[in-house]
């Protein structure tokens, strides 16, 4: 049995995102294409290395045969496609070992469906700390398994995809709302010291020397640009961390 089409691109594709320039992970792994490690096996990832879009599939397509076996030595009841593409997708991620000694491939081989997602919903820490991203990604494999819950399975409900997860965004985040607050305060007290400047000075050359010479615009203006720093790193780490 093998992972669905529909299902490597909403889950597997969706969740581990797309590099072609290896970079450490969080756990300090090196890290290319779709999630692709040396411990998956070949090729080897070392710092540096680049791949195309092409290499990038060909690699998910191997590493995802190995794990399709995997699931599948450790199955002993039969499963929708639905319910396999979200073991497999979990066992990508979460890794092959974790899947062989969960309570949830317990609840899988003791026929009990209806309890594997919320089992799924209990692999959501990294390092301790619940993170959104695996959150979302339980979420959404929890709501595959549950498409293809019904036996036999439904041929149209196949190729259907869940509704997606909503996507955590920006005004969710407190680190960015903050970041948002913060440049707004500064931005009055800077645009008040220019205002002062402008008053004080005859021409503009005069202000403008006066400004950089200003402690109080100079603090504001460094708030400012600290601001603007926080959220683009927010935004850019967002989805991939869960920070």
Known sequence: MQMSPPAIEYLVKQFEGLRLEAYRCPAGVCTIGYGHTTSAGAPPVKDGMTITKQQADDILSRDLHKYEAAVERLLHQPLTQHQ??????????????????????K???????NDVPAELMKWTKGGGKTLPGLVRRR?????????????????????TAPDPVPARTMAGSKQGNAAILTA??????????????????????????GLLSNTNFLIMSAIIGLAAAIWYWRSKN?????V
Do not use: C, I
Not at 197 to 205: S, V
Not at 238 to 242: Q, R
């Open 184 to 209: 707004s305060f500064a931005s009055v007290g800077a645009v008040k010291e220019v205002v002062t400047q402008a008053q004080d000075a005859a021409d503009t050359a005069t202000q403008f020397v």
């Open 238 to 242: 967002m989805d991939k961390y869960g």
């Open 139 to 159: 979420q959404a494999e929890a709501a595959w398994w549950s498409k293809g819950n019904d036996h036999p399975a439904n041929a149209e409900d196949q190729r």
């Open 107 to 113: 609840k899988v081989n003791a026929a009990q469906f």
């Open 84 to 105: 396999f593409d979200a073991l497999v997708d979990f066992a990508y991620n979460a890794g092959v070992g974790n899947l062989e000694k969960s309570s949830l491939l």
